[in-house]
């Protein structure tokens, strides 16, 4: 299954880039504080970033990844445990989880992802894989 995970690959193709996450945890799409709602370019920031579920942190670039044996029923209790531990509701995990499951189906697995405000797309297409054994172009 695929899911989102943090990554700094492509870290500083933006001046305003950040990755404060713990490479590879899962990340997901939060909204964005009230400063960046309304000033989402000149705010703090979080409207372009990628929440970690265990760190707590973010990062500009997120990556499809594959994670074999995941199901989806582990997607939604790993955000449900990811949302309970940040001071969010649980119960939002499984709509959470359609929604992003849904967001990534169409790209491509090693994709690198990037964020402003509701538009997500893709920095980094994956090609055949190098040392890292991730392939990027």
Do not use: K
């Not at 899911?3 to 001046?15: D, F, K, N, P, Y």
């Not at 973010?58 to 199901?71: D, L």
């Not at 499984?94 to 997500?120: H, N």
């Amino acid at each position: 299954m695929n899911v989102l995970v943090a990554t700094s690959l492509s870290q500083g193709t933006r001046e305003d880039d950040y990755h404060w996450c713990v490479e590879g945890e899962l990340v997901t799409i939060q909204e964005p504080c009230d400063c960046d709602s309304v000033h989402p370019e000149c705010g703090c920031g979080c409207s372009r970033g990628f929440a970690g579920l265990s760190s707590r942190r973010a990062t500009t670039t997120a990556r499809i990844a594959e994670i074999p044996g995941f199901t989806v029923g582990d997607y939604v209790a790993a955000l449900a445990s990811g949302l309970s531990a940040q001071g969010w509701d649980p119960a939002d995990a499984e709509g959470l989880a359609r929604d992003q499951l849904a967001l990534i189906a169409g790209w491509p697995t090693g994709a690198i992802l990037e964020r402003s405000y509701d538009r997500i797309s893709i920095r980094r297409r994956p090609s055949a894989p190098g040392p890292d054994g991730l392939g990027h172009r």
